[in-house]
C-alpha cells in the first residue's frame, strides 16, 4: 500500500482522501484547522450547481470589475493597489478570455459526472448534510441578463446539462415565496444542494473508521521532495511515496516548496446564514435553491431552519476580514426578495475562494513523479470535488501501482 499525504481537510481534500482510501493507498490528511472543512468548505452557498459552471472570463467581467472598483457594496470589488501576485494571476486571467466557451463547457461536463460520485460518497458514509434534490433555480430582471443565460444554456448542454427557460409566471410557481421584478429564469431539475461543512464533517469521520489518519490543528511547515520519497514538516518530519495538494488557497505557496506553479488567487466571497427561529421565516423562506444573476447572490434551504444566502467576489489579497459593507447587501437582498423573513438572527462568514486565472481546477502531476495537485477549484469545490477526486485517484493509482516503469526512472522522464 503506497502512502499518500494529502494536504488539504477541505471538500477537495476529503474527498481525495476517500478516492485515495477506495483505490488501496495509505492516506495521512493534514490540516492546520483543528477539524476538516473549517475555512472555504464551512459555510458557502450550498449549490451543487453544474447550472452555474459558466466561468468569468469574459470583456464583461473585466468592464463590470473596473466600474465597481470604487464602490464598496458592488457584487465584484478589486483593491485597487498594486502587487505582483494580482497582476500576473489578471494577466492571465485576461489571456483565457478566448477560452471562455470551451472552459464554460468543461466545466459543465465535469460537474455533471461529479453528481454520481458525491452519492456513492454520501451512500458508503451514511453522512447526513442535508441534503435537497430541489433543483435550482437562476432568475433575471434584464432582457440583457436573459438573452446573456440563452446563450450560455447553450454551452452548458454541450456539456451534458438539461436546463429550461420559464416564464416569471412558471417562475413564481417554482418558488411562491420570491418577490421582484422578474422577467424570466431557467430551472435545472438535476442540480441539488447540502450543507458542505457537514458533508465534509461526516466524511472526515468515516475516513476516520475506516483507519485514513488525519493530522489536524498542527501546520505544514515545509515539504521536500527526495529520491525515495516526500518528505513532510509539521512538527515532526514524515515520509510518504506521494503527495496530493490540496490546500485551497495555501495551494500556491505549498506548490512553490515542490518546484510547482499554482497561480491561485485567494477571491473572498461572504454568505449569511439566515436562522428561521419562528414558524413565520420557515414558512416565507424559499424551498427552492436561488440564483440571481444580476446581484451574483445564491440561496439555499439548508433543512428547516436555515436559510444560506451568499455571493460577492472580492479580490482583496490574503485577507479573511469579514466586512459590514460586503455582508449588507446580502441582508438587503433577503429583506428584498422575502420580506416575511426575519432578519434578526443572521450569522455572517467570509471565506477565500482558491482561483486560477482560467477558472478551471489545476488536477493532475507536478513536475515531480511523486507530486500531484487537486486544488483551484474556485466557486465550484462543493460542485466539482467529487469529479476531480476521482480523476486525481486514478492518475495516481496508475503512477503508483503501474510496474511498467520504476519511479525513479519517471522522475528522471
Known amino acids: 500500500m503506497p502512502s499518500i499525504a494529502v494536504l488539504g481537510a477541505g471538500i477537495t481534500g476529503v474527498t481525495t482522501a476517500y478516492s485515495l482510501f477506495v483505490r488501496g493507498f495509505d492516506v495521512t490528511v493534514y490540516d492546520r484547522q483543528r477539524y476538516a472543512g473549517m475555512e472555504t468548505s464551512f459555510a458557502n452557498g450550498g449549490q451543487l450547481s453544474a447550472s452555474n459552471a459558466e466561468v468569468w472570463n469574459q470583456w464583461s467581467t473585466v468592464l463590470k470589475g473596473i466600474k465597481w472598483m470604487f464602490e464598496g457594496e458592488a457584487p465584484l470589488f478589486v483593491n485597487p493597489r498594486p502587487g505582483w501576485h494580482k497582476v500576473s494571476w489578471m494577466t492571465e486571467f485576461l489571456a483565457n478570455i478566448p477560452r471562455y466557451k470551451t472552459n464554460t463547457i468543461k466545466t459543465a461536463g465535469m460537474a455533471v459526472a461529479a453528481r454520481a460520485g458525491l452519492a456513492e460518497m454520501a451512500e458508503k458514509s451514511?453522512?447526513?448534510?442535508?441534503?435537497?434534490?430541489?433543483?435550482?433555480?437562476?432568475?433575471?430582471?434584464?432582457?440583457?441578463?436573459?438573452?446573456?443565460?440563452?446563450?450560455?444554456?447553450?454551452l452548458l448542454a454541450e456539456g451534458g446539462l438539461e436546463r429550461h427557460e420559464l416564464s416569471v409566471d412558471e417562475v413564481l410557481a417554482r418558488e411562491?415565496?420570491?418577490?421582484?421584478?422578474?422577467i424570466g429564469g431557467f430551472w435545472t431539475e438535476s442540480d441539488s444542494t447540502g450543507d458542505i461543512h457537514k458533508f465534509t464533517m461526516g466524511l472526515a469521520d468515516w475516513l476516520k473508521k475506516q483507519g485514513v489518519q488525519f493530522k489536524l490543528g498542527a501546520?505544514?511547515?515545509?515539504?521536500?521532495?527526495?529520491?525515495?520519497?516526500?518528505y513532510v514538516e509539521c512538527g515532526h518530519e514524515e515520509r510518504f511515496d506521494g503527495i496530493v495538494v490540496s490546500a485551497g488557497v495555501a495551494s500556491r505557496k505549498f506548490a512553490h516548496m515542490l518546484g510547482d506553479r499554482v497561480n491561485i488567487y485567494p477571491v473572498k466571497g461572504y454568505s449569511i446564514?439566515?436562522?428561521?427561529?419562528?414558524?413565520?421565516s420557515q414558512a416565507a423562506a424559499p424551498t427552492t435553491s436561488l440564483l440571481d444573476d444580476k446581484a451574483k447572490i445564491v440561496s439555499s434551504r439548508l433543512g428547516k431552519n436555515r436559510l444560506r444566502i451568499?455571493?460577492?467576489a472580492e479580490f482583496n489579497g490574503?485577507?479573511?476580514d469579514i466586512l459590514e459593507r460586503r455582508v449588507r447587501p446580502l441582508v438587503r437582498w433577503c429583506e428584498e426578495h422575502f420580506p416575511d423573513v426575519s432578519t434578526e438572527n443572521c450569522v455572517p462568514w467570509a471565506g477565500l475562494?482558491?482561483?486560477m486565472p482560467n477558472m478551471m481546477p489545476r488536477v493532475g502531476p507536478g513536475r515531480n513523479a511523486r507530486v500531484f495537485y487537486n486544488t483551484g477549484h474556485g466557486h465550484l469545490g462543493w460542485t466539482l470535488s467529487p469529479a476531480t477526486a476521482d480523476a486525481i485517484g486514478a492518475t495516481i493509482a496508475a503512477r503508483f501501482k503501474s510496474n511498467s516503469v520504476p519511479l525513479h526512472r519517471l522522475q528522471e522522464a
Do not use: Q
Open 310 to 312: 451568499a455571493g460577492t
Open 126 to 154: 451514511g453522512v447526513d448534510f442535508d441534503f435537497s434534490p430541489a433543483g435550482i433555480l437562476h432568475f433575471y430582471k434584464t432582457e440583457k441578463d436573459l438573452k446573456h443565460a440563452r446563450m450560455v444554456n447553450g
Open 353 to 355: 475562494r482558491p482561483m
Open 318 to 320: 490574503e485577507n479573511r
Open 273 to 280: 446564514t439566515v436562522n428561521l427561529d419562528d414558524a413565520a
Open 176 to 182: 411562491p415565496t420570491l418577490r421582484g421584478d422578474i
Open 219 to 230: 501546520p505544514v511547515t515545509d515539504l521536500h521532495v527526495k529520491e525515495d520519497g516526500v
